[in-house]
């Protein structure tokens, strides 16, 4: 079992920045990439960032790319998620969740990929 806990969500000016965080429990995270997802309100569950197990590579939307920076400190089971000129329309529920393979990533974007989930932390960006 893993238990994932977001934090760092807020409210925040358009343009403003956030840096999201995830903790893991119980088992590690450090063999398992990791991802970023997000829904809002009437919005089907979003992709928006993951990172493989050692960080080597990172997978962004295009949506968030050049904006949003993913990375991991496995030493502290944590992941993160530094989201700067944030915008209106990232405002949303943002999850993180552990992918279901270890050592490798297949379809990182897929949500079907990931076994386990984070309640999720609210971000909302007024105009």
């Known amino acids: 079992q893993v238990h994932l806990e977001e934090s760092g969500g807020g409210l925040v000016q358009a343009g403003g920045s956030l840096r999201l965080s995830c903790a893991a429990s119980g088992r590690t995270l450090s063999i398992h990439a990791v991802g970023w997802f997000r829904q809002a309100p009437g919005k089907d569950r979003e992709f928006i960032s993951a990172?493989?197990?050692?960080?080597?590579?990172?997978y962004y939307a295009d949506v968030v790319k050049g904006r949003f920076t993913i990375s991991r400190i496995n030493a502290k089971n944590t992941m993160y998620l530094q989201m700067n000129s944030l915008k209106p329309e990232d405002t949303a529920v943002y999850y993180c969740a552990k992918n279901r393979l270890a050592w490798v990533v297949r379809d990182p974007m897929n949500p079907d990929e990931y076994d386990y989930w984070g309640q999720g932390t609210q971000v909302t960006v007024s105009s």
């Open positions: 990172i493989t197990w050692n960080g080597d590579r990172t």
